[in-house]
T-cell receptor, first 109, second 113 residues
């Protein structure tokens, strides 16, 4: 079966750095997405990785290792507004998006 | 504003009723989706339409019927609502290219009494 694992919840301090991991087992791979979802709101797109390596976009970076079935989202200089759920999603060989259950990130002052 | 818009935002109704949720996108996308997000926040695909044709129909009860009058609209009709249908339903759209992200509507919060 297809499976995406990410931690249920993480806590970090304002101004710090946090890394949210995602491991996946899917039938084929056509890219990995990270989305942010604030409580009561819609998911919004953060990043896309299809090749191995690090993609940097401001305070957020996303890393992919296809051989290990592994990705992480790195958030730097954490702000209170970064408190949200972060969803990892993988596009499989049928171009279907398989979603993880999300990681709830709590930022403390 | 270019966006995915869905109505209503909140829907409170009795068990056994029939209800519809509407979705429209003005992004020029070819593919539209319906997702269900339950209390555990797990996002589950229900349906996907590409140019008005159904391409994904996950195992959902046949009480749920999507209707796509044109590629900018994908409505969801639900018959004989049950308590377990209480959830947030999200509409989304994408260009259909694998590297392009999906854009989500604000969600419809469905509560069954």
């Amino acid at each position: 079966g297809q499976n995406i694992d990410q931690p249920t919840e993480m806590t970090a301090t304002e101004g710090a750095i946090v890394q949210i991991n995602c491991t996946y087992q899917t039938s084929g791979f056509n890219g990995l997405f990270w989305y942010q979802q604030h409580a009561g709101e819609a998911p919004t797109f953060l990043s896309y990785n299809v090749l191995d390596g690090l993609e940097e976009k401001g305070r957020f970076s996303s890393f992919l290792s296809r051989s290990k079935g592994y990705s992480y989202l790195l958030l730097k200089e954490l702000q209170m507004k970064d408190s949200a759920s972060y969803l990892c999603a993988v596009m499989d060989s049928n171009y279907q998006l398989i979603w993880g259950a999300g990681t709830k990130l709590i930022i403390k002052p | 504003d270019t966006a995915v818009s869905q109505t209503p935002k909140y829907l409170v109704t009795q068990m056994g009723n029939d209800k519809s949720i509407k979705c429209e996108q003005n992004l020029g996308h070819d593919t539209m989706y319906w997702y269900k997000q339950d209390s555990k926040k797990f996002l589950k695909i229900m349906f996907s339409y590409n140019n008005k044709e159904l391409i994904i129909n996950e195992t959902v009860p046949n009480r749920f019927s999507p209707k796509s009058p044109d590629k900018a609209h994908l409505n969801l009709h639900i018959n004989s609502l049950e308590l377990g249908d209480s959830a947030v339903y999200f509409c989304a759209s994408s260009s259909g290219q694998s590297y392009q992200p999906q854009h989500f509507g604000d969600g419809t919060r469905l509560s069954i009494l």
